[in-house]
Each structure stands twice: as structure tokens, then as C-alpha cells.
């Protein structure tokens, strides 16, 4: 039984730049949360979603963006980046439309903005 | 919006002692607590999770208490080993939010053979 991935590892961008990162859930699980985890500080929840749709959004401006696909797996888009987006990425899958409870997390992405 | 604090922000531990973890929050419609650990470079992983409706959870040498009215909730770890060396995290969820947890700051703790 596969926990969560998340692809890419590691990922180096310019300011200005976009990116997509991509996660898969754990097998059986319907919700997918995105949080960005900055050096040496606990992970910051971005948004959550669940039936293809971004159903809680945390303080975070509008270029991030998400998707989720029918086979649960989503994406996390941040446009016109800036230094301060250098971040470990992280997702988080759970089951029972988030109201089950136990996020499970994925590896991350390793974003760098020069 | 939910805050959660988190105490202490090192803590260091000698093989065999006890460690304790403090977390406060701030809105009181939370209730769901979970902990997790995460070593470096690796994945949060969740140890152990508590609901407002308990008021102390067991799994061997970890264990987690809530305080509701103080709302305060902390993390013990018994007879501690050098492999639960990591960093720890409390959060905090409000069930009908949809799961969105709230991070403290985290922990690291060190525990010395």
C-alpha cells in the first residue's frame, strides 16, 4: 500500500517564474491538503481539497492555486514566484471528506527561488 | 484564527529520562489534537492524536493530556531513547473546518546516550 508521494524531490526556480508540484494521495484517501513548511517553522496550511474542489483556503494571496483530479491526486500551482516562496512544500492525504481525522504526509518538495 | 503556541522550543533529555511538550490554543471550538514527529529531512509523521472528547491517550511509552478549559494540551514521552530525537509538532484542527490544522512552532528535542 503506497503512502503519499510527491513529485518533484527538489526543484530550483527564478523569481517571476511559475511551478506545479503534484501530489498522490494514500490509497483510499479522497482529501488532499497542501501546507508550506518554511526552515525551521511548522507547516502553514494553504488549501484543502476534496471532490475536485478547493473547499478551505488558508492566508495565503491568490498566486497559489490547486487543482484536484477525479483519481484524488492534485497540484499546486504558484505563480510569479518570489524568494520568500522558498519553502519545503508539503502535502497531506486523509479519507472521509476531512472529517475523518489523521492527515498523512508526503515527502515534500524542496522549492528554492533564486 | 486559531493560534497555537508551542514550549519549549529545544529540549534536551538524557537516555532513559522523561520529556514533556506544551501546547496552547486559542480557539476553543478546536478538537482535534494531533502530534507529529519529523526528523531531518523527512516527512512529518503522526505519532499519536487526541479528540476533545478524551482526556489522555496512551501508545507505549507516549502519551498525550488536554486540558480543555485551559486549552492546553501536551505531549509525553517516557524512558526516552536517542532515535525519538527529532523535531515535534503539536496542531490543532476544528473538526468541521474541514481538517485544516493549525502548526505550532515546534520542539526539537535531543536526547543524549
Known amino acids: 500500500d503506497a503512502g503519499v508521494t510527491q513529485s518533484p524531490t527538489h526543484l530550483i526556480k527564478t523569481r517571476g517564474q511559475q511551478v506545479t508540484l503534484r501530489c498522490s494521495p494514500k490509497?483510499?484517501?479522497?482529501?488532499v491538503s497542501w501546507y508550506q513548511q518554511a526552515l525551521g517553522q511548522g507547516p502553514q496550511f494553504i488549501f484543502q481539497y476534496y471532490e475536485e474542489e478547493e473547499r478551505q483556503r488558508g492566508n495565503f494571496p491568490d498566486r497559489f492555486s490547486g487543482h484536484q483530479y477525479p483519481n484524488y491526486s492534485s497540484e499546486l500551482n504558484v505563480n510569479a514566484l518570489l524568494l520568500g516562496d522558498s519553502a519545503l512544500y508539503l502535502c497531506?492525504?486523509?479519507?472521509?471528506?476531512?472529517?475523518?481525522?489523521?492527515?498523512?504526509f508526503g515527502p515534500g518538495t524542496r522549492l528554492t527561488v533564486l | 484564527g486559531e493560534n497555537v503556541e508551542q514550549h519549549p522550543s529545544t529540549l534536551s533529555v538524557q537516555e532513559g529520562d522523561s520529556a514533556v511538550i506544551k501546547c496552547t490554543y486559542s480557539d476553543s471550538a478546536s478538537n482535534y489534537f494531533p502530534w507529529y514527529k519529523q526528523e531531518l529531512g523527512k516527512r512529518p509523521q503522526l505519532i499519536i492524536d487526541?479528540?476533545?472528547?478524551?482526556g489522555e491517550k496512551k501508545d507505549q511509552r507516549i502519551a498525550v493530556t488536554l486540558n480543555k478549559t485551559a486549552k492546553h494540551f501536551s505531549l509525553h514521552i517516557t524512558e526516552t531513547q536517542p532515535e525519538d530525537s527529532a523535531v515535534y509538532f503539536c496542531a490543532a484542527s476544528i473538526n468541521n473546518a474541514g481538517n485544516m490544522l493549525t502548526f505550532g512552532g515546534g520542539t526539537r528535542l535531543m536526547v543524549k546516550p
Open positions: 487526541i479528540r476533545s472528547n478524551v
Open positions: 497531506a492525504s486523509s479519507s472521509g471528506g476531512g472529517v475523518a481525522v489523521g492527515q498523512f
Open positions: 490509497s483510499g484517501h479522497d482529501t
